[in-house]
């Protein structure tokens, strides 16, 4: 997962920026490069494959010069390669940039660049800010203003990086939506930017967060903040005493709740280097998936446990609605109990965050002796279900600290989406159109995340609402209806609420009896094409006396009127919506057990990798 490092002093700018780098490389990445300006020029050092590459390519080839940005970079736009890497420079020569995130309206950008006779050099997005920042520059601004019309022109979430030569003493980023973090640190003479903490600890404690929406611009002996508008802002300047921990969490105050923000960077990676945004076509390399082999799958069966099983459960939904296969979803726990009637046309799909879940990989060798095809999704990568299946899809999410798993739910949801587009591309079920519009869908999702994780506070006033409930009750329909049993399963996991969750066409076959004062209903009502059938819910909860909480689609008035409290999320396809959904509900749940003074990250009784039976 991308990793950016910048410095500006008296020191020789590449060797910090190296070693920042190699602070990052639990991000994982497949590319890294620096630049650094001296005398008048841009120097560039860029290689494939791990860090010690760059640095080997660094010392048989030095650069010198005491400001710089260096980059780790995992693939979205273009394979992993030489010309792809970062950091990228203008057709012109004059500007340089890093950037994490995926530029939504890159193909548009592009050929209108292209138009004017700028060349490009990569299969990148990032070749687009670049050259609109040059064309900026050319109207005599300087870089901070170039780079601020540049925003202007941009969808999507990122962070972007920039130095101009004409300007060789400064460096400006921005944070634009939740694609990443954009760390300050203040020094003596010198200061650094870097997306996390750990980058540059070594040489400074004191550091200052941009929000998104916020650039800064910083120089040998000072830096300022403003927002988009070019108004000055005063971030609060924190000091960070030295401790692993506490460096690692950053700005937050829970490992799970840094987690939570690092969806939009997660969920860029995991689609990073697998879709090819101008033709819809997936690649999922790692499958050794052909025409044949697709069309060959008359069964597909999910095996999984806990909140991986309920991402099986949207997966289901994902595969049958675009592979036109039929899809089981099994608690491994149980699968290999009840004798399952699989044979050698069954796909067996094994979900786990840790890939060593010991009921998951027990189902997997129940079902490698009845003959079927095994493929895992797993976020560990070198465990054993990466290693025992046929094929593997890795979740990209990067280390997850907190017991109650946020990225690595959203993260296979992706995984499930891409291996639906591309069993449906294989079975020609979808057309070169609809693949297009859906890639088109997926391209949006990192900054619809952002977007929603924007609304924490809001979230945070109805947890206060709800932190003396004994008992809650999460109604879902449809692809929803899992994130209904994935909102009550965090509630219970770090809250120690008892929570249920429902398909919500079953409330009437029971659990209606608890519906009063006292039993908040969460119901789930997206605009899909379930939303009347959930408008029906909410009427039925509130003639209970129940208090309803809706989590519904931005600009819905009608449910407003209904519920006691809305949580809002952007629209999307009905496909990509559980994701969404979900945010909110774990923001939820993390802020009730917050204010109730629960040990978030490591609730009792739980283990964040269940190896024994």
Not at 264 to 279: K, M, Q
Not at 498 to 514: D, F, Q, T, V
Request: net charge negative.
């Amino acid at each position: 997962m991308c990793g950016i490092v910048g410095y500006v002093g008296t020191r020789q700018a590449a060797p910090i920026i190296l070693d920042g780098l190699k602070q990052l490389e639990y991000r994982g990445y497949d590319s890294a490069g620096l630049a650094v300006l001296s005398n008048g020029q841009i120097n560039i050092r860029r290689d494939v494959g791990k860090l010690h590459n760059l640095i080997n390519l660094y010392n048989s080839d030095p650069v010198s010069g005491s400001i710089g940005i260096g980059h780790t970079r995992w693939a979205t736009h273009g394979a992993p390669s030489q010309r792809n890497a970062h950091p990228h420079v203008s057709d012109g020569g004059n500007v340089v940039v890093v950037q994490n995130g995926i530029v939504e309206n890159f193909v548009a950008l592009k050929e209108e660049l292209m138009a004017e006779g700028v060349t490009f050099k990569s299969e990148t997005d990032t070749e687009v800010i670049v050259n609109l920042i040059e064309r900026h520059l050319a109207s005599d601004v300087s870089l901070e203003e170039a780079v601020r019309q540049t925003l202007k022109r941009l969808k999507g979430a990122n962070v972007i990086v920039a130095m101009n030569l004409n300007e060789p003493n400064r460096i400006v980023a921005a944070r634009m939506g939740n694609a990443g973090g954009v760390t300050v640190g203040i020094g003596e003479g010198e200061m650094f930017l870097a997306s996390d903490m750990p980058a540059i600890l070594e040489h400074t404690r004191q550091v200052v967060f941009l929000d998104a929406g916020w650039m800064t611009i910083i120089t040998q002996n000072d830096y300022v903040v403003k927002t988009f508008e070019g108004k000055v802002v005063k971030p609060q300047v924190h000091h960070i005493a030295w401790d692993k921990v506490t460096a690692e969490k950053g700005e937050y105050r829970h490992f799970m709740q840094k987690e939570i923000h690092e969806q939009v960077r997660s969920i860029t990676d995991t689609i990073g280097g697998r879709i090819d945004f101008e033709t819809g076509s997936v690649i999922l390399n790692d499958l050794n998936l052909t025409p044949e082999a697709a069309k060959k799958i008359e069964k597909i069966v999910i095996v999984a446990c806990g909140t991986a099983a309920h991402a099986g459960m949207v997966g289901k939904y994902m595969i049958e609605a675009l592979a036109r296969i039929p899809v089981e979803v099994d608690i491994a726990s149980e699968f290999r109990y009840r004798d399952p009637i699989i044979n050698d046309k069954t796909v067996v799909i094994a979900i786990s965050q840790s890939g060593e879940t010991a009921d998951t990989l027990a189902a997997m060798e129940e079902a490698r002796t009845k003959g079927a095809t095994l493929w895992s999704i797993v976020n560990a990568i070198g465990s054993q279900a990466m290693r025992v299946a046929h094929g593997c899809i890795t979740m990209q999410s990067g280390p997850e600290i907190g017991v109650a798993s946020t990225k690595a739910f959203t993260a296979p949801l992706v995984d499930l989406y891409l291996l639906a587009m591309k069993l449906g591309e294989l079975r020609g079920v979808l057309d070169s159109k609809r693949l297009k519009a859906l890639a088109n869908d997926l391209a949006h999702l990192p900054d619809l995340v952002g977007r929603t994780l924007d609304r924490e506070p809001e979230v945070e006033v109805i947890a206060r609402q709800l932190r003396e409930t004994s008992h809650c009750l999460y109604l879902g329909r449809g692809i929803n209806m899992p994130i209904a049993y994935e909102g009550a399963l965090k509630l219970k996991e770090i809250s120690y609420i008892h929570a249920e969750g429902y398909p919500a066409g079953e409330m009437k076959h029971g659990p209606i009896a608890l519906i009063d004062r006292a039993m908040p209903v969460l119901v789930l009502a997206p605009k899909d094409q379930w939303y009347e059938k959930m408008l029906s819910q909410v009427e039925q909860a509130k003639a209970r006396g129940g208090i309803v909480v809706a989590v519904a689609t931005d600009g819905d008035t009608l449910i407003k009127e209904k519920a006691d409290y809305v949580l809002y999320v952007p629209p999307s396809s009905w496909l990509l919506n559980p994701i969404l959904i979900v945010l909110p509900l774990q923001m939820l749940s993390y802020h009730i057990a917050v204010l109730r003074g629960c040990d978030v990250d490591q609730p009792r009784n739980l283990a964040k990798s269940v190896t024994v039976e």
